[in-house]
Structure formats: C-alpha cells, structure tokens
C-alpha cells in the first residue's frame, strides 16, 4: 500500500523568500503524484501534478515540484512567495488505480 | 458545472444521533471517497465507492456506513455519533485513471 511522509508540518518564510515543502512517498509500483492546497475555512484546491514524462512539473500560483523516483521524493517549492499563499499544502500518491492517500499536510505561513 | 456538492456544511449532534451526509456529483465519475480531516493527520480515507452498488473500506470506517446506488449520489451514515467523530468531512470525485480528485466543499460536524 501507498504512504506519505510531508517531513516537515509547519514552515514559516518572510514573504518574498523561496520556499521548499517536503514530502517522500512510499509505493511498491509507479504511482502519481500530487499536492494539493488549502486556504483557511476552504476546501482543497489542485496545484499540481506529475503522472509521467518530465519530472519537474509546474503548477499554478507560481508553484513547481520535482519527481525524484531514486529518492521517491515529490517535493514542491516556490522561488518567492507571497503572503497570499499562507495555506495548508497535502502531498497525495494514487498508485494508477482509484485510491488517493494523502500526507499528513504541511502549514505554510508566510510572514511580512 | 457543480462539480461535487455536498450539505450540510455545519452541523452540530448529540452523543449517540444518528445522521447522513449527503454528497452528489455531476461528472460522471464511478469513483468516489469518504475522507475526514483531523489537525495534523490529513486526510484520511474512510469509505470509497469504484460504482454503483460496490463500495469498500478505507482506512477508518468504523462508526461509518455508505451506499452507492446510483453513480451521482454518495451519502455517509453516521449510525450512532461519537465526540470521537467531531471533524472535517470531504467528499471527492475522481477522474478515472488518474485519481486525480474534485472535492466538496467540507462539512463541519460536531459531537457534544
């Protein structure tokens, strides 16, 4: 079965500063991957996904991650971010059938 | 386009009530999912559907039931609420092949 690890549940930056959040992922196929946000009192949003061919793959708000399957690793980052994007963030892993298990979520809290 | 809908958004039950949350979709999708969302552990699956009349466990059922009659509608059953249920619910869509997930906008409950 599929599992996710987000290494880290709080991340505070100043605004303007890049940012990485992390997360590994544990699949005994080839899998998909996500991540997904969510601003306060909302439901999740899709930022991005990979599901073959290049392994870095660009999301929207400025967003981009990297798909390192010797590391299985899906991390996502932003070269500088706003205050706008203070939020939670969840990595997801589907492993090419219908179930999506999700990470724990990580706090991004942008700071002026 | 609805997309996934799901009532109530709040709602507030007594020790031992019994209630369904409702949740419909648009797009055709077969799969669809349960999950709740808990501070600091996730999402995390309770019941999933692949279709009409097949649905299966995820990773916390208990407490819960479900039925899937028609392709649209996905209600989850609280049969005999628990303070140990108070929590975020999800309802998600799924894009076939992908898993890639729409959600509802969350209901809110609450077990005193």
């Known amino acids: 079965a599929q599992s996710v690890t987000q290494l880290d549940s709080q991340v505070p930056v100043f605004e303007e500063a890049p940012v990485e959040l992390r997360c590994n992922y544990s699949?005994?196929?080839?899998?998909?991957l996500f991540w997904y946000v969510q601003y306060p009192n909302q439901g999740l949003q899709l930022l991005l996904k990979y599901l073959s061919g290049s392994t870095l793959v660009k999301g929207i708000n400025g967003f981009e991650a990297e798909f390192n399957k010797s590391q299985t690793s899906f991390h996502l980052r932003k070269p500088s971010v706003h205050i706008s994007d203070t939020a939670e963030y969840f990595c997801?892993?589907?492993?090419?059938?219908?179930?999506?298990?999700f990470g724990a979520g990580t706090i991004l809290r942008v700071k002026s | 386009n609805a997309g996934v809908t799901q009532t109530p958004k709040f709602q507030v039950l007594k020790t031992g009530q019994s209630m369904t949350l409702q949740c419909a979709q648009d797009m055709n999708h077969e799969y669809m999912s349960w999950y709740r969302q808990d501070p600091g552990m996730g999402l995390r699956l309770i019941h999933y559907s692949v279709g009409a009349g097949i649905t299966d466990q995820g990773e916390v059922p208990n407490g819960y039931n479900v039925s899937r009659s028609t392709t649209e509608d996905f209600p989850l059953r609280l049969l005999s609420a628990a303070p140990s249920q108070t929590s975020v619910y999800f309802c998600a869509s799924l894009r076939p092949g992908i898993a890639e997930a729409f959600f509802g906008q969350g209901t809110r409950l609450t077990v005193v």
């Open positions: 699949s005994s196929v080839s899998v998909y």
């Open positions: 997801a892993v589907s492993d090419y059938g219908n179930k999506l298990v």
